[in-house]
């Protein structure tokens, strides 16, 4: 979750983008007013730009292992010795930034340059161009969270759980969130080569994909056979909220005897929307508490009028299911509301805290994870299902070729609801 303080409004989301962020970009969350420690001045004197002071630096009085003269030393050397002059001070300073926030080796811990903050926030109003995919660093390599619904990306067949080897016959290993989201995003119309693995298959291939402007769907419902309402939330936006009790009015009309909530591939968003989505089959009680670094955090209760409190419900989920969404299908697993199908969650369940600098830059920091009513760390953990289906879709070729696929887990929901 990412709490964003930014000319006196905060917005308050989730993300995995797998903090995670979306290849769109995408990456929601929630932030608090922490600092940053180090201040930057900058100032233009005759055309040239130059770093004036450093300001507050960490307490090296205290520290045994850090001499931050030997910062200034390369410094110097770079500035002197380089083969490229002359060289620029804000490019090494942004640099520098950038090194001392991956010192953490938290990839949901980022410093953002002002153009790359710019370009983060612009991603939060959920129109974009890109390929319509969030990704994220597990184990150190690039690796799909979840396509979104209709994207250029799931239409080009990439898939949850796939590991992106090569952008554009560029290695991925070794390369920071930031920087291979940098390489994927592109203008719309324009193609990017992904070299990926696919989950549990041996077999690497290329894919193409024609970056487009991204309209992300919130959340759609149907009426299904024998009374069973389908409710597909692909993740949790600004908007989520207000298109969600527009659509649970719509069901509570058709009265249906059983309702399935599809999360899989939801990769998470905003805090609020979840906790409200939640809060339709919780009467009462905490939906998700946070907790920091000193134990201490926040308890976020039920909103809203429990309008499918009693109703027998499914909750679909699988690899592809984060944050915001683990939320949800946490909570009512703990409640004992729902039964959750599927696949074993993908397990991102931290906060961010993202603090604006007075450039125009910015810092992402985790700083507190996540707990479901029963204590549960989401982080790293995930939500278990009740009933485990291994393989979520069957494909199926026709006489003629023609291929289609059967959807598993929709089936098991079916089948436990009967």
Same mark, same amino acid.
């Not at 290849?23 to 055309?47: E, R, S």
């Not at 002071?53 to 520290?63: D, R």
């Not at 002059?85 to 090494?92: E, I, R, T, Y």
């Not at 009462?284 to 109703?311: M, R």
């Given at each position: ?9 905060? !917005? ?22 922490? !600092?940053?420690?180090?201040?930057? $001045? ?20 205290? =520290? ?29 300073? !942004? ?29 939060? =109003? ?63 119309? =324009? ?9 549990? $298959? ?6 193409? +994909? ?40 719509? +069901? ?43 134990? $201490?955090?926040?308890?976020? $209760? ?68 996540? !707990? ?47």
């Amino acid at each position: 979750m990412i709490l964003n303080t930014q000319n006196n409004k905060t !917005y308050k989301s989730l993300w995995f983008f797998a903090g995670i962020l979306f290849v769109i970009t995408f990456a929601l969350g929630v932030l608090c007013g922490n !600092y940053f420690t180090i201040q930057k $001045q900058i100032t233009n004197d005759d055309g040239q730009v130059q770093i004036s002071k450093v300001l507050n630096l960490y307490n090296l009085n205290k =520290s045994t292992e850090v001499d931050f003269a030997e910062f200034w030393d390369v410094w110097k050397m770079l500035k002197e010795k380089h083969v490229t002059q002359p060289v620029n001070d804000v490019d090494l300073f !942004y640099g520098a930034m950038k090194g001392l926030v991956a010192g953490l080796n938290d990839p949901y811990s980022i410093y953002f340059p002002p153009e790359e903050a710019k370009d983060f926030m612009q991603d939060l =109003s959920g129109k974009f161009a890109g390929i319509g995919a969030e990704v994220g660093l597990k184990d150190n390599q690039l690796t799909v969270i979840a396509p979104l619904p209709g994207s250029p990306a799931e239409k080009a067949g990439l898939k949850a759980g796939d590991k992106i080897f090569k952008i554009n016959n560029e290695d991925s290993f070794g390369l920071s969130l930031d920087e291979a989201i940098k390489k994927i995003r592109g203008p719309q119309g =324009s193609e990017v080569r992904l070299l990926v693995n696919h989950l549990n $298959q041996e077999k690497i291939e290329e894919i193409v +994909i024609v970056r487009d402007i991204i309209n992300i769907p919130s959340v759609v419902w149907k009426m299904l056979d024998n009374k069973v309402a389908y409710l597909q939330i692909s993740y949790f936006n600004e908007n989520t909220t207000s298109e969600f009790d527009k659509i649970v009015k719509e +069901i509570v009309l058709a009265n249906p005897k059983s309702l399935i909530l599809d999360m899989r591939n939801n990769p998470g968003g905003y805090l609020e929307s979840a906790v409200s989505v939640a809060s339709e089959w919780i009467k009462q009680g905490i939906v998700v508490s946070e907790k920091d670094n000193k134990n $201490q955090g926040t308890e976020y $209760q039920t909103l809203g009028d429990h309008k499918f409190l009693g109703l027998k419900t499914i909750v679909l989920v699988d690899g592809g299911t984060a944050s915001g969404a683990e939320i949800v299908a946490g909570a009512l697993q703990d409640y004992n509301l729902a039964k959750i199908v599927g696949e074993k969650t993908y397990g991102k369940g931290s906060v961010q805290d993202l603090q604006f600098l007075p450039d125009g830059s910015a810092v992402k920091i985790t700083i507190a994870n996540w !707990y479901t009513p029963k204590e549960r760390q989401i982080n790293k953990n995930g939500i278990m299902p009740d009933v485990v289906v291994e393989k979520m879709f069957e494909e199926i070729k026709d006489s003629q070729g023609i291929i289609t696929y059967k959807d598993l887990g929709l089936a098991k929901a079916l089948e436990l609801l009967k």
